[in-house]
């Protein structure tokens, strides 16, 4: 590591702490010649996701996209701020850890929906609306039956 004030390249780590949930390290190094003290980060360098879309243009992964469509999805219900980060880490946790470095929009979209219909029966049926799943009204009142039901299990299992 070059010294930002002399350019020496010998320098010493004087201390490091983990930061960022543990995805990067903070080092506070001495220059062994001008004995110049900086800070320094050492980061993960993620290789970034390409999302393929429907039309089978490709970008790259936008978090603030997935924010933007879950935010809407959960306008106007009890739903925080602080829940709907949690839901987007956990998203995107998802998508980093068990994905290839191609996905498809179809697939953030599932993973999206899977996340929510934890959450809000609302929300779910609101980003499916957008996202696109139902091709007609049969398959918005086919998906509104199905979240009945799983509620009805779930009160009838409580």
Do not use: M, P, W
């Given at each position: 590591m070059l010294c930002p004030s002399c350019n020496y390249e010998n320098t010493k780590v004087l201390?490091?702490?983990?930061?960022?949930?543990?995805?990067s390290i903070r080092?506070?190094?001495?220059c062994l010649n001008c004995h110049h003290r900086f800070t320094t980060y050492e980061r993960i360098e993620f290789v970034p996701i390409t999302v393929i879309k429907k039309d089978g243009?490709?970008?790259?992964?936008?978090?603030?996209?997935?924010?933007r469509g879950i935010v809407r999805a959960?306008?106007?219900?009890?739903?925080?701020?602080?829940?709907?980060?949690?839901?987007?880490?956990?998203?995107?946790?998802n998508i980093e850890e068990k994905s290839p470095r191609e996905i498809t929009t179809q697939y953030i979209g599932e993973l999206v929906l899977s996340h929510l219909s934890h959450l809000s029966?609302?929300?779910y049926v609101r980003f499916a609306s957008v996202y696109g799943q139902f091709t007609n009204i049969?398959?918005?009142?086919?998906?509104?039956?199905?979240l009945q039901n799983k509620q009805k299990n779930i009160e009838d299992d409580n």
């Open positions: 201390e490091s702490r983990n930061t960022e949930k543990g995805q080092r506070r190094r001495e243009s490709t970008e790259s992964f936008d978090r603030s996209k997935v924010i959960c306008e106007k219900t009890e739903i925080e701020a602080k829940i709907i980060e949690s839901l987007v880490e956990n998203i995107e946790s029966e609302v929300a049969e398959d918005f009142v086919e998906t509104l039956k199905e």
